[in-house]
């Protein structure tokens, strides 16, 4: 089974819905972290959580929201869903007792804004 | 000026050739370097993680950093079809901070 999942996998939207993608963690990770990856501008870190209490804006917050309903599982929540918000999604997580901070990917939800 | 710079490609290499990947980067306070693979539809995933200046190898795949040009590469010996994918730097400084990452070279090896 995979260590980080990611649901849905796909998703088609219109715009002004409110969709939310979950992520869910089984590597027993404190730190978790919401990226979206577009063609020519890479990875973007759109929120991090350090733990459960701990919740903090990435590069590109604006139009999104996150929650940390627990160790294992963040969700990002898009409150109005626009067409630039179409992209590849990522949940990442790691653990900060090893020092090295080395971040594990979910497979991706590709979200279409229509 | 971005902090990662990082050819896009796409690099087409014959089965065998010997691959070579790099990323510059502006930020002189970086100390940790990471290389990740995509493939197609996947999640990047850990390839090398090194700390500070130097060489570290792990197989077909050298990961090297000079910090004095700020640079650091990849190379992968004997590529195969199966290293067709997106490489991905990402560097990071001390303490916490966000991981930056490169937009990725795309590799494609042909039998």
């Known amino acids: 089974d995979a260590d980080v999942t990611q649901t849905p996998r796909n998703r088609i939207t219109k715009t002004g819905k409110r969709i939310m993608l979950e992520c869910s963690q089984t590597k027993g990770h404190d730190r978790m972290y919401w990226y979206r990856q577009d063609p020519g501008l890479g990875l973007r870190l759109i929120y991090y959580?350090?733990?459960?209490?701990?919740?903090n804006k990435g590069e590109i917050s604006d139009g999104y929201s996150v929650s940390r309903q627990a160790q294992a599982k963040f969700s990002l929540s898009l409150e109005s869903a626009i067409p630039n918000q179409t992209a590849l999604y990522f949940c990442?997580?790691?653990?900060?007792?090893?020092?090295?901070?080395?971040?594990?990917f979910g497979p991706g939800t590709r979200l279409l804004v229509l | 000026q971005k902090e990662v710079e990082q050819d896009p490609g796409p690099l087409s290499v014959p089965e065998g050739a010997i691959v070579s990947l790099n990323c510059t980067y502006s930020?002189?306070?970086?100390?940790?370097f990471m290389w990740y693979r995509q493939y197609s539809r996947k999640g990047p995933e850990l390839l090398m993680y090194?700390?500070?200046?130097g060489n570290k190898e792990d197989g077909r795949f050298t990961a090297q950093v000079d910090k004095s040009s700020k640079y650091i590469s990849l190379f992968i010996r004997d590529s195969q079809p199966s290293d067709s994918a997106t490489y991905l730097c990402?560097?990071?400084?001390?303490?916490?901070?966000?991981?930056?990452f490169g937009i990725g070279t795309k590799l494609q090896v042909i039998p």
């Open positions: 090194t700390y500070s200046s």
């Open positions: 990402a560097l990071r400084t001390g303490g916490y901070q966000k991981v930056t």
């Open positions: 990442a997580t790691s653990d900060s007792r090893t020092g090295e901070e080395t971040q594990y």
């Open positions: 930020n002189s306070a970086f100390q940790y």
């Open positions: 959580s350090f733990d459960v209490k701990d919740i």
